[in-house]
């Protein structure tokens, strides 16, 4: 009786940090790849620079995730580095937009 | 910290196991057709026996003049001509053109520029071109999906890495004959003998296609329109024609342009020149320097005007990003590289292999002892091991079979350069079938020895039938056999340890 919830439990958490690590880990390095274009370099340059980052810090992401001791502090982690990368994000957003 | 590295290992060796298990099939197709793309141009060359061997070194502005005049003649009207130089490993001028939105391509002689008859196929393009692209799927999708694996690649990796906490100990530790333990012990040995290899040749694959998989920097609106040329124009020297004026308009010496950028670059730099709107009052030439002898795929290039040959144009640095993107881009494909080089790579590529291999038959091996224990194996253990069977010991039989389809499909066939590669993916399905038919030790044993007899027998098909005015065998016959030696040599192991395990 204690154990079926534990496990139901446990392969929800699984899931949740596969969804971390696969979107979650691709957002962040999507995000890297925007916010790389707030950096004081040339735009074409920025923009190389940020798709060539992107992959290690996708690769970081999924490490951590799954490193993680709990599926939610995977998920604030991912959260954690997430903040300042989306207003770097937003400055060259409104930049464009501009 | 003591308490929480045992937990961390346990988890990472979890990410391991399965993002190994989840794309290693493809995976191991992506770095044994990687590997046999290093020697890309000389597969051509072989499965081309018709073209004559080279009588002595064209020199490469008279050789691009001559491809001009016979362009003149054969694609007068076009929007560009493609003209690729012969060089140390490939003896022909391969020229393509654009007439609206028909292609064409010729192979020509590069000293006579006369156009050369050869049968229609892929070559090593189609190897080349699996690799990350497959087949049949939309390119777009396939791309996407090869790049999904080699994210779980490099995670693999890394968690591999963290989970094999005694990395040189373990190295220099081999256990013979214990079954798992061995298995294990060579899995580390492939693994951490490359490992250098192993990284870079993963993360600059995603570095390949990054413009696919992170598109989001470049497509910011509103400068998108700005960023992309200019993004595109950091990448390749393969830049969108400009808009013709509609007069015609006479071509000046070609040749001389060759000779221009040589004096800049050195004798053997010069790999392709690119005509724009030949016979056009504003036509342009591009002469782009290759990429043997450096590592940067980054463009290098020098812009004429057409009719007067003037320079107009020198493109002969990259910005920090850009030259660091074509250095990663240059490692991967090792154009730079010298044949010591190239098989070093060919051999890490093989070492990669080996790792995707043996993760996989180590993954069944582990829970064999487990599967005995109840009367009959899973689904899923039954599963991975056909498909390790049909991928492993079978990719090489259908890489053998696009093989013996160039010498043996007729030359008149018609699409004989796809029914090449049909044959590929029809040989492949076949050798499912056989690994899901036979008992599976029996299947190890027949594929591998079926991959070494079809490569052995094949330097033989060409000497029958004749091909090459001069016979006998080439260079790359006795590379063959030396795959077809390995091939061999995996199914006696196979055979002798399964004669011990009975």
Redesign the interface.
């Known amino acids: 009786m204690l154990r079926a919830p534990a496990r139901r439990s446990s392969r929800a958490a699984l899931l949740s940090r596969i969804v971390a690590a696969l979107f979650g880990g691709y957002a962040l390095a999507a995000l890297t790849s925007v916010a790389a274009l707030a950096l004081p370099m040339r735009t074409v340059e920025a923009v190389l620079a940020g798709m060539q980052a992107s992959f290690l810090v996708y690769a970081g992401a999924v490490i951590w995730v799954f490193a993680a001791r709990s599926a939610l502090r995977a998920w604030l982690g991912l959260a954690a580095v997430a903040l300042p990368l989306l207003a770097m994000a937003c400055k060259v957003w409104a930049e464009a937009a501009v | 910290m003591s308490a929480a590295a045992p937990r ?1 290992r346990q ?2 060796a ?2 391991h196991t399965w993002t190994g298990l989840l794309f290693g099939w493809l995976l191991y197709a992506m770095f044994l057709t990687g590997a046999a793309s290093y020697f890309r141009e000389e597969i051509s060359q072989w499965m081309r026996p018709e073209l004559p061997a080279l009588t002595q070194a064209p020199v490469a502005a008279d050789s691009a003049a001559r491809a001009v005049a016979t362009l003149q003649v054969l694609a007068p009207g076009a929007t560009r001509w493609v003209i690729d130089l012969a060089g140390a490993r490939t003896n022909v001028v391969a020229a393509s053109w654009r007439i609206g939105e028909i292609d064409g391509r010729a192979v020509l002689d590069p000293l006579t520029g006369q156009p050369l008859a050869a049968r229609a196929t892929d070559g090593g393009e189609f190897f080349y071109y699996f690799h990350f692209s497959l087949h049949y799927l939309p390119r777009v999708a396939a791309r996407w999906l090869v790049g999904l694996a080699t ?1 779980f690649m ?2 693999a990796l ?2 591999g890495v ?1 989970t094999h906490k005694k990395i040189f100990t373990n190295f220099f530790t081999f256990r013979r004959g214990k079954g798992q333990r061995s298995w294990l012990d060579a899995h580390n040995a492939v693994s951490v003998t490359a490992l250098p290899f192993h990284l870079m040749i993963t ?1 600059t694959g ?2 390949t296609l ?2 696919l ?2 598109p ?3 497509d ?4 998108a329109a700005q ?1 992309r040329p ?2 595109r124009a ?1 990448m390749t020297a393969l830049l969108p024609p400009g808009a013709p004026s509609g007069v015609t308009g006479k071509l000046a010496d070609v040749g001389a342009m060759v000779r221009e950028a040589q004096q800049r670059w050195g004798t053997d730099s010069v790999a392709r020149v690119i005509v724009d709107h030949p016979g056009d009052a504003a036509s342009q030439v591009r002469v782009v320097r290759g990429d043997a002898g450096r590592v940067s795929v980054s463009p290098r290039y020098l812009v004429f005007d057409g009719p007067s040959g003037t320079l107009q144009q020198i493109r002969d640095q990259a ?4 030259e ?2 074509g250095v ?1 881009y240059g490692l991967h494909v090792a154009r730079f590289a010298d044949a010591a080089t190239r098989w070093l790579f060919f051999l890490s590529s093989l070492a990669g292999t080996a790792m995707v291999a043996t993760g996989l038959v180590l993954w069944t091996v582990k829970r064999r002892v487990k599967q005995a224990a109840i009367d009959k194996p899973t689904f899923g253990f039954r599963l991975v091991e056909r498909l390790n069977v049909a991928t492993i010991a079978g990719l090489p039989v259908a890489m053998a079979a696009f093989l013996w389809g160039n010498r043996l499909l007729p030359l008149a066939l018609v699409d004989r350069r796809e029914w090449e590669i049909h044959l590929f993916f029809i040989a492949w399905a076949l050798v499912l079938i056989f690994a899901i038919a036979r008992p599976v030790q029996r299947a190890w044993v027949e594929l591998f020895a079926a991959g070494a007899a079809l490569l052995a027998v094949l330097p033989w098909v060409g000497v029958v039938m004749g091909l090459r005015e001069r016979g006998g065998f080439t260079g790359f016959d006795i590379a063959l056999w030396g795959v077809s030696l390995v091939l061999a040599g995996i199914a006696m192991r196979i055979g002798r340890s399964k004669q011990r395990a009975a």
Request: charged letters at 10%; zero cysteines; aromatic letters at 8%.
């Open positions: 961390l988890a990472m979890g990410l994210m490099l995670v890394v968690s963290i993360y995603l570095v990054m413009t998989y992170m989001w920097g470049a910011r609106a509103p400068s960023i200019a993004l950091e910005g920090p990003a850009a660091t993107r990663l």
